[in-house]
Each structure stands twice: as structure tokens, then as C-alpha cells.
């Protein structure tokens, strides 16, 4: 079974429509990551949570929320899509306890938002 | 912004040869590190240097780091059609408390 999972793989919904992005995590890891991925631009930090009761914001939050249920779940909320919100979503996992450590990632989620 | 950037781009070989791609990056770093991203899927990672390391190698992966020009290299030799996919750098910033910033990455193509 995968490390990470992300849930739904694909979907496509309407612009002003509500969505959830979740990820699961067996690892055991402490620090999770939320990304997008758009053609040309890397992968871009959304938000991240060193453990179940921290959230900060990355680089691209804004139109963004995020849970951290507990330990292997997090996830992301689009409050009201929009088209440019159209992207490539991963989640990743890391160990906690210092700087930089490798990072796994989950197999992404298609969204687009018509 | 703290994102460094990869060249070239995208880079086409023939199997059998070896490939070079490069990272430059703008403040200090704990580590830098390299991922593989097969097409529309999850990253993979591949190698992890550090600061304080110049070299490092797995398999056919060759990686450099130079500190005095804030760049890296990743060197696959001996290319494979099944290397064909895009490699991104990510950089452990000390100024980020932990998170990794990732290039734009050079898309590999290795053709049979």
C-alpha cells in the first residue's frame, strides 16, 4: 500500500463550488505539505503543519484552507474555486525534528474548475 | 522570492549518454536536494547533499555542490530511455525553519 495517499486522484467542478483535497499518510511522519504544480512554476508551498496543532501559511495561501485532523490526515479546502485554481495538488509527508529532510509525495490530485 | 533555478530547461540526449542538469540557489542552505518527477505523478526523492558535502553518489546519480557559487549539479550517467522524466532541486533554506523551496525543474528526455 502507498505511503501517501491523496483522495479524489481527478476532479473536475464549477467555478464558486466548495472542494476537499485529503491526504493520508501511514508513515508515522509529523510534518505534512501541501503543494500545487503548474506548468513552469515548480511545485509552490500552500500551507504546512509540523504537527497536529500547527499551521502556517506558505507561499500561496490565499483562496486556501487546511485541516490537520490528526497526525496522518490533512487536508485542503478550496472555500469558493476558481478557474485559475486549475492545477496539479500533492501532498507530502516529512519526519520532523530538524532542517530539510527528504520529503515523500502522494500521487497528486487533478482539479480543474471550469 | 528564495526559488533558484535549473538549467537548461529541457534537455534531449541519446541512451548512453550522460546528462547534466543545474541548480543555483540565492542563500545559505542546510541541504539541497534532488527529485525525479515521472509525468503527471508524485515526486521521488533521488539525493540529498549537504552543506557541508561536496560530493555525493548513488547508483548512476552524481551530484556536486559548491557552496562559493550557491549552485549544484546532478550528473546521470550512462542515460536510459526510462531516465526520460523532470528533475527539480529543492533547497533546505536555515532562514525557512525546515521547509524546501524546489526550482522549476528541467525536463529530460532520453531517447532510444
Known amino acids: 500500500d502507498a505511503d501517501v495517499t491523496q483522495t479524489p486522484r481527478n476532479r473536475i467542478t464549477k467555478t464558486g463550488k466548495r472542494i476537499m483535497l485529503e491526504c493520508s499518510q501511514t508513515?508515522?511522519?509529523?510534518?505534512m505539505y501541501w503543494y500545487r504544480q503548474d506548468p513552469g512554476l515548480g511545485l509552490r508551498l500552500i500551507y504546512y503543519s509540523f504537527d497536529v496543532k500547527d499551521i502556517n501559511k506558505g507561499e500561496i495561501s490565499d483562496g486556501y484552507s487546511v485541516s490537520r485532523q490528526a497526525q496522518a490526515k490533512f487536508s485542503l479546502s478550496l472555500e469558493s474555486a476558481i478557474p485559475n485554481q486549475t492545477a496539479l495538488y500533492f501532498c507530502a509527508t516529512s519526519p520532523g525534528t530538524s532542517l530539510g529532510h527528504e520529503q515523500f509525495f502522494g500521487p497528486g490530485t487533478r482539479l480543474t474548475v471550469l | 522570492s528564495q526559488q533558484g533555478e535549473e538549467d537548461p530547461q529541457a534537455l534531449s540526449i541519446q541512451e548512453g549518454e550522460n546528462a547534466t542538469m543545474n541548480c543555483s540557489y540565492k542563500t545559505s542552505i542546510n541541504n539541497l536536494q534532488w527529485y525525479r518527477q515521472n509525468s503527471g505523478r508524485g515526486l521521488v526523492h533521488l539525493i540529498l547533499?549537504?552543506?557541508?558535502?561536496r560530493e555525493k553518489h548513488s547508483g548512476r546519480l552524481r551530484v556536486t555542490l559548491d557552496t562559493s557559487k550557491k549552485s549544484s549539479s546532478l550528473l546521470i550517467t550512462a542515460s536510459r530511455a526510462a531516465d526520460t522524466a523532470s528533475y527539480f532541486c529543492?533547497?533546505?533554506?536555515?532562514?525557512?525553519?525546515?521547509?524546501?523551496?524546489f526550482g522549476q525543474g528541467t525536463e529530460l528526455s532520453v531517447k532510444p
Open positions: 508513515k508515522g511522519h509529523d510534518r
Open positions: 547533499i549537504r552543506s557541508n558535502e
Open positions: 529543492a533547497t533546505a533554506y536555515y532562514n525557512q525553519g525546515g521547509k524546501l523551496i
